[in-house]
Protein backbone atom coordinates (compact mmCIF):
# COMPACT_ATOMS: atom_id res chain seq x y z
CA UNK A 1 0.00 0.00 0.00
CA UNK A 2 1.17 3.23 -0.34
CA UNK A 3 0.75 6.73 1.65
CA UNK A 4 1.28 9.91 3.19
CA UNK A 5 3.09 10.50 6.28
CA UNK A 6 1.08 12.74 8.30
CA UNK A 7 2.78 12.95 11.54
CA UNK A 8 5.93 10.89 13.12
CA UNK A 9 7.08 9.86 16.80
CA UNK A 10 10.65 9.40 16.08
CA UNK A 11 9.65 5.46 16.12
CA UNK A 12 6.27 5.51 14.72
CA UNK A 13 4.98 6.73 12.09
CA UNK A 14 1.11 7.64 11.18
CA UNK A 15 0.28 7.00 7.40
CA UNK A 16 -2.67 7.73 5.62
CA UNK A 17 -3.63 6.24 2.33
CA UNK A 18 -5.25 8.05 -0.73
CA UNK A 19 -8.90 6.41 0.75
CA UNK A 20 -8.48 8.23 4.08
CA UNK A 21 -7.54 5.18 6.13
CA UNK A 22 -4.86 5.59 8.48
CA UNK A 23 -1.75 3.33 10.00
CA UNK A 24 0.58 3.31 12.24
CA UNK A 25 3.88 2.42 10.72
CA UNK A 26 7.39 1.62 11.31
CA UNK A 27 10.58 0.85 9.97
CA UNK A 28 12.85 -2.11 10.37
CA UNK A 29 16.47 -1.93 11.11
CA UNK A 30 19.05 0.02 9.20
CA UNK A 31 16.81 2.39 6.52
CA UNK A 32 18.88 4.63 5.09
CA UNK A 33 18.21 7.69 2.60
CA UNK A 34 20.99 8.02 0.07
CA UNK A 35 23.00 11.05 0.30
CA UNK A 36 21.19 12.66 3.34
CA UNK A 37 23.10 12.08 6.83
CA UNK A 38 19.91 12.65 8.98
CA UNK A 39 18.85 11.93 11.92
CA UNK A 40 15.15 10.68 11.29
CA UNK A 41 14.97 8.57 7.66
CA UNK A 42 11.12 10.05 7.52
CA UNK A 43 9.55 12.89 7.97
CA UNK A 44 6.03 14.68 7.65
CA UNK A 45 4.84 14.70 4.06
CA UNK A 46 7.11 11.84 2.91
CA UNK A 47 5.41 9.28 0.52
CA UNK A 48 5.89 5.73 1.25
CA UNK A 49 5.10 1.98 0.59
CA UNK A 50 4.39 -0.58 3.64
CA UNK A 51 3.16 -3.83 4.29
CA UNK A 52 0.69 -4.74 7.03
CA UNK A 53 2.38 -6.91 9.82
CA UNK A 54 0.52 -10.50 9.85
CA UNK A 55 -2.60 -10.57 12.17
CA UNK A 56 -2.18 -6.74 13.32
CA UNK A 57 -2.86 -3.52 12.00
CA UNK A 58 0.39 -1.83 11.87
CA UNK A 59 2.68 -1.99 9.27
CA UNK A 60 6.18 -1.59 7.99
CA UNK A 61 7.28 0.60 5.70
CA UNK A 62 9.04 -0.50 2.87
CA UNK A 63 10.19 2.38 0.36
CA UNK A 64 10.54 5.95 0.59
CA UNK A 65 8.96 7.77 -2.77
CA UNK A 66 11.58 10.39 -4.12
CA UNK A 67 10.65 13.83 -2.36
CA UNK A 68 10.60 16.69 -4.80
CA UNK A 69 11.46 19.35 -1.50
CA UNK A 70 12.04 18.73 1.94
CA UNK A 71 13.04 21.41 4.44
CA UNK A 72 16.23 20.46 7.22
CA UNK A 73 17.41 21.78 10.69
CA UNK A 74 20.93 21.12 11.24
CA UNK A 75 21.22 19.59 14.77
CA UNK A 76 23.49 22.31 17.20
CA UNK A 77 25.65 19.77 18.24
CA UNK A 78 28.96 18.60 16.61
CA UNK A 79 27.55 15.51 14.85
CA UNK A 80 26.74 17.55 12.01
CA UNK A 81 23.40 15.85 11.61
CA UNK A 82 20.31 17.55 9.83
CA UNK A 83 17.07 16.31 11.03
CA UNK A 84 14.50 16.61 7.74
CA UNK A 85 11.38 18.56 9.44
CA UNK A 86 9.18 17.87 6.56
CA UNK A 87 9.04 17.16 2.92
CA UNK A 88 6.83 17.73 -0.35
CA UNK A 89 5.51 20.93 0.36
CA UNK A 90 3.57 22.32 -2.44
CA UNK A 91 3.30 26.45 -0.75
CA UNK A 92 4.76 27.89 1.90
CA UNK A 93 2.84 30.80 2.80
CA UNK A 94 5.02 33.79 4.12
CA UNK A 95 3.04 35.88 6.68
CA UNK A 96 4.38 39.89 6.82
CA UNK A 97 3.12 42.36 8.81
CA UNK A 98 4.37 46.18 8.69
CA UNK A 99 3.66 46.68 12.33
CA UNK A 100 2.84 44.73 15.12
CA UNK A 101 5.43 43.21 14.64
CA UNK A 102 7.22 45.14 11.43
CA UNK A 103 8.53 42.46 9.01
CA UNK A 104 11.60 43.77 7.71
CA UNK A 105 12.47 42.84 3.54
CA UNK A 106 15.93 41.39 4.96
CA UNK A 107 14.11 38.74 6.39
CA UNK A 108 11.93 38.12 3.61
CA UNK A 109 14.52 37.73 0.93
CA UNK A 110 16.24 35.46 3.49
CA UNK A 111 13.05 33.16 3.27
CA UNK A 112 12.58 33.41 -0.36
CA UNK A 113 16.19 32.58 -0.96
CA UNK A 114 15.89 29.83 1.18
CA UNK A 115 12.66 29.02 -0.22
CA UNK A 116 14.15 29.16 -3.80
CA UNK A 117 17.05 26.92 -2.42
CA UNK A 118 14.87 24.38 -0.66
CA UNK A 119 12.34 24.68 -3.97
CA UNK A 120 9.29 25.48 -2.30
CA UNK A 121 7.10 27.84 -4.27
CA UNK A 122 6.34 30.62 -1.64
CA UNK A 123 3.60 33.30 -1.52
CA UNK A 124 3.34 36.41 0.63
CA UNK A 125 0.58 37.25 2.90
CA UNK A 126 0.30 40.53 4.14
CA UNK A 127 -1.82 40.30 7.24
CA UNK A 128 -3.61 42.74 9.95
CA UNK A 129 -4.94 44.84 6.59
CA UNK A 130 -7.46 46.20 8.72
CA UNK A 131 -5.16 47.83 11.13
CA UNK A 132 -3.51 50.02 9.05
CA UNK A 133 -2.73 53.35 8.34
CA UNK A 134 -2.52 54.99 4.86
CA UNK A 135 1.47 55.36 5.21
CA UNK A 136 1.75 51.94 6.04
CA UNK A 137 -1.13 51.02 3.41
CA UNK A 138 1.17 52.51 1.01
CA UNK A 139 3.97 50.10 2.17
CA UNK A 140 2.31 47.47 1.16
CA UNK A 141 1.55 48.66 -1.61
CA UNK A 142 5.55 49.37 -2.79
CA UNK A 143 6.21 45.54 -1.35
CA UNK A 144 3.79 44.01 -3.38
CA UNK A 145 5.46 46.03 -6.66
CA UNK A 146 8.69 44.74 -5.54
CA UNK A 147 7.74 41.19 -4.89
CA UNK A 148 4.78 41.07 -7.59
CA UNK A 149 7.58 41.96 -10.42
CA UNK A 150 9.53 39.25 -9.39
CA UNK A 151 7.06 36.54 -9.93
CA UNK A 152 5.65 36.20 -5.89
CA UNK A 153 1.93 36.11 -5.50
CA UNK A 154 1.07 39.00 -3.35
CA UNK A 155 -2.46 38.55 -1.03
CA UNK A 156 -3.76 41.14 1.53
CA UNK A 157 -5.46 39.17 3.76
CA UNK A 158 -6.75 40.50 7.11
CA UNK A 159 -7.16 37.28 9.91
CA UNK A 160 -9.68 39.26 11.94
CA UNK A 161 -11.62 40.41 9.60
CA UNK A 162 -11.48 37.49 7.44
CA UNK A 163 -10.64 39.94 4.40
CA UNK A 164 -9.77 37.49 1.70
CA UNK A 165 -9.72 34.44 3.52
CA UNK A 166 -11.16 32.53 0.70
CA UNK A 167 -8.65 33.50 -1.93
CA UNK A 168 -6.02 31.75 0.94
CA UNK A 169 -8.19 28.53 1.24
CA UNK A 170 -8.11 28.27 -3.01
CA UNK A 171 -4.29 28.42 -2.82
CA UNK A 172 -4.70 26.11 -0.29
CA UNK A 173 -7.06 23.44 -1.50
CA UNK A 174 -5.75 20.20 -2.25
CA UNK A 175 -1.88 21.42 -1.71
CA UNK A 176 0.20 20.48 1.45
CA UNK A 177 1.03 23.96 2.82
CA UNK A 178 3.02 26.00 5.39
CA UNK A 179 2.77 29.09 7.39
CA UNK A 180 5.83 31.05 8.30
CA UNK A 181 6.40 34.50 9.63
CA UNK A 182 7.64 35.95 12.92
CA UNK A 183 5.81 35.30 15.80
CA UNK A 184 2.67 37.50 16.16
CA UNK A 185 2.11 37.96 12.61
CA UNK A 186 -1.33 35.77 13.05
CA UNK A 187 -0.56 32.65 12.15
CA UNK A 188 -2.73 30.59 14.71
CA UNK A 189 -5.01 33.37 14.17
CA UNK A 190 -4.98 32.57 10.18
CA UNK A 191 -4.83 29.23 10.55
CA UNK A 192 -8.03 29.26 13.09
CA UNK A 193 -10.38 31.48 10.30
CA UNK A 194 -9.68 29.41 7.76
CA UNK A 195 -10.21 25.99 9.80
CA UNK A 196 -11.68 26.84 13.22
CA UNK A 197 -11.93 22.77 14.14
CA UNK A 198 -8.34 22.32 14.18
CA UNK A 199 -6.97 24.61 16.90
CA UNK A 200 -3.48 24.25 16.27
CA UNK A 201 -1.77 24.88 20.13
CA UNK A 202 1.08 26.63 17.90
CA UNK A 203 2.09 29.48 21.02
CA UNK A 204 2.39 26.67 23.93
CA UNK A 205 4.59 24.68 21.56
CA UNK A 206 6.58 27.49 21.07
CA UNK A 207 6.74 28.79 24.23
CA UNK A 208 8.13 25.26 25.64
CA UNK A 209 10.96 25.73 22.68
CA UNK A 210 11.79 29.34 23.93
CA UNK A 211 12.45 28.07 27.21
CA UNK A 212 15.61 25.88 25.68
CA UNK A 213 14.00 22.10 25.87
CA UNK A 214 16.40 20.70 23.30
CA UNK A 215 13.50 17.96 22.64
CA UNK A 216 13.37 17.07 19.23
CA UNK A 217 9.87 18.98 17.69
CA UNK A 218 8.14 16.96 14.97
CA UNK A 219 6.01 18.83 12.70
CA UNK A 220 2.24 17.74 12.15
CA UNK A 221 0.56 17.30 9.24
CA UNK A 222 -3.59 18.31 9.67
CA UNK A 223 -6.06 17.35 7.29
CA UNK A 224 -8.17 19.93 5.87
CA UNK A 225 -11.96 19.88 5.75
CA UNK A 226 -11.79 21.35 2.08
CA UNK A 227 -9.20 19.21 0.64
CA UNK A 228 -4.97 19.47 0.90
CA UNK A 229 -3.15 19.36 4.34
CA UNK A 230 -1.50 22.23 6.57
CA UNK A 231 2.06 21.39 8.03
CA UNK A 232 2.56 22.65 11.70
CA UNK A 233 5.98 22.66 12.36
CA UNK A 234 6.32 24.15 16.11
CA UNK A 235 8.84 25.93 17.46
CA UNK A 236 10.13 26.49 13.77
CA UNK A 237 9.65 30.00 12.37
CA UNK A 238 10.85 29.96 8.78
CA UNK A 239 13.31 27.67 7.19
CA UNK A 240 16.44 28.10 9.43
CA UNK A 241 19.46 29.12 8.35
CA UNK A 242 20.55 27.90 5.14
CA UNK A 243 24.35 27.70 4.39
CA UNK A 244 24.89 29.67 0.83
CA UNK A 245 27.80 29.78 -0.98
CA UNK A 246 28.73 32.50 -2.16
CA UNK A 247 28.58 31.92 -5.84
CA UNK A 248 25.04 30.21 -5.32
CA UNK A 249 23.31 32.96 -3.89
CA UNK A 250 22.75 34.74 -7.44
CA UNK A 251 20.70 31.86 -7.92
CA UNK A 252 18.21 32.31 -5.47
CA UNK A 253 17.22 35.66 -6.26
CA UNK A 254 15.26 35.20 -9.46
CA UNK A 255 15.61 38.45 -10.87
CA UNK A 256 19.96 38.60 -10.54
CA UNK A 257 19.34 34.93 -11.56
CA UNK A 258 17.74 36.16 -15.20
CA UNK A 259 20.50 38.71 -15.61
CA UNK A 260 23.55 37.33 -14.44
CA UNK A 261 24.76 35.78 -17.94
CA UNK A 262 25.04 39.43 -18.39
CA UNK A 263 28.07 40.28 -15.91
CA UNK A 264 31.21 40.52 -17.50
CA UNK A 265 32.68 37.90 -15.45
CA UNK A 266 31.15 34.41 -15.01
CA UNK A 267 31.82 34.28 -11.27
CA UNK A 268 30.81 38.17 -10.62
CA UNK A 269 29.35 38.26 -6.87
CA UNK A 270 27.99 42.16 -7.97
CA UNK A 271 29.80 44.08 -5.70
CA UNK A 272 32.59 46.17 -7.32
CA UNK A 273 33.38 44.07 -10.29
CA UNK A 274 33.04 45.93 -13.22
CA UNK A 275 30.16 45.57 -16.02
CA UNK A 276 28.03 43.93 -14.08
CA UNK A 277 24.51 43.49 -14.72
CA UNK A 278 23.04 43.25 -11.59
CA UNK A 279 25.01 47.11 -10.86
CA UNK A 280 23.84 48.35 -13.69
CA UNK A 281 20.05 47.03 -13.30
CA UNK A 282 19.82 48.73 -9.91
CA UNK A 283 21.15 52.01 -11.34
CA UNK A 284 18.43 52.03 -13.54
CA UNK A 285 15.48 51.02 -11.11
CA UNK A 286 14.95 47.64 -12.20
CA UNK A 287 16.29 45.85 -9.17
CA UNK A 288 15.26 47.24 -5.80
CA UNK A 289 17.76 48.29 -3.70
CA UNK A 290 16.55 46.53 -0.74
CA UNK A 291 16.71 43.29 -2.80
CA UNK A 292 20.47 44.33 -3.40
CA UNK A 293 21.12 45.35 0.12
CA UNK A 294 19.52 41.96 1.51
CA UNK A 295 21.80 40.06 -1.06
CA UNK A 296 24.87 41.68 0.00
CA UNK A 297 24.17 40.96 3.79
CA UNK A 298 23.85 37.26 2.84
CA UNK A 299 27.19 37.62 1.02
CA UNK A 300 28.27 39.18 3.59
CA UNK A 301 26.98 36.47 6.19
CA UNK A 302 25.53 39.12 8.30
CA UNK A 303 22.76 38.94 10.63
CA UNK A 304 19.55 39.54 9.18
CA UNK A 305 18.08 41.57 12.09
CA UNK A 306 18.82 44.72 9.76
CA UNK A 307 15.94 47.64 9.52
CA UNK A 308 15.67 49.01 6.80
CA UNK A 309 12.82 49.88 4.32
CA UNK A 310 12.19 48.77 0.44
CA UNK A 311 14.50 52.52 -0.91
CA UNK A 312 17.37 50.74 1.50
CA UNK A 313 17.23 53.58 3.80
CA UNK A 314 18.06 52.62 7.15
N1 LIG B 1 -5.84 43.77 13.63
C1 LIG B 1 -5.49 42.52 13.36
N2 LIG B 1 -4.94 41.75 14.31
C2 LIG B 1 -4.61 40.48 14.00
C3 LIG B 1 -4.85 39.94 12.72
N3 LIG B 1 -4.41 38.65 12.71
C4 LIG B 1 -3.93 38.41 13.95
N4 LIG B 1 -4.06 39.50 14.73
C5 LIG B 1 -3.67 39.62 16.15
O1 LIG B 1 -2.25 39.49 16.27
C6 LIG B 1 -1.92 38.84 17.50
C7 LIG B 1 -0.99 37.66 17.23
O2 LIG B 1 -1.69 36.69 16.48
P1 LIG B 1 -1.31 35.14 16.50
O3 LIG B 1 -2.24 34.44 15.60
O4 LIG B 1 -1.19 34.64 17.90
O5 LIG B 1 0.16 35.20 15.87
P2 LIG B 1 1.16 33.96 15.57
O6 LIG B 1 1.85 34.30 14.30
O7 LIG B 1 0.44 32.68 15.62
O8 LIG B 1 2.17 34.09 16.78
P3 LIG B 1 3.11 32.93 17.40
O9 LIG B 1 2.23 31.84 17.89
O10 LIG B 1 3.87 33.62 18.50
O11 LIG B 1 4.04 32.50 16.29
C8 LIG B 1 -3.24 38.43 18.14
O12 LIG B 1 -3.57 39.40 19.12
C9 LIG B 1 -4.23 38.49 16.99
O13 LIG B 1 -5.55 38.79 17.39
C10 LIG B 1 -5.45 40.78 11.73
O14 LIG B 1 -5.71 40.41 10.58
N5 LIG B 1 -5.75 42.06 12.11
ZN1 LIG C 1 27.57 41.01 -11.55
Redesign the pocket.
Known sequence: MTGLVTKSTGSWYYVRTENGNRYQCRIRGKFRMEGIKSTNPISVGDIVDFELEEQKDTGVITAIHDRKNYIVRKSVNLSKQTHIIAANIDVAFL?I?ID?PPTFPGFIDRFLASAEAYNIPTVLLF?????YEDKQLEYVEELTQIYSDIGYLCVE?????N?NIDVVKELMQDKVTM?S????????????AIEPSLNIK??EI?LQHKQGQHTTTFAEMYELSFGGFIIDTPGI?GFGVVDFEPQEITDYFPEFFALKQDCKFNNCLHQKEPHCAIKKALKEDKIAPSRYYSYLQMLNKEEEHFRQNVRGEL
Open positions: LTNNKMDAISATTFFGHSGVGKSTLINTSSK
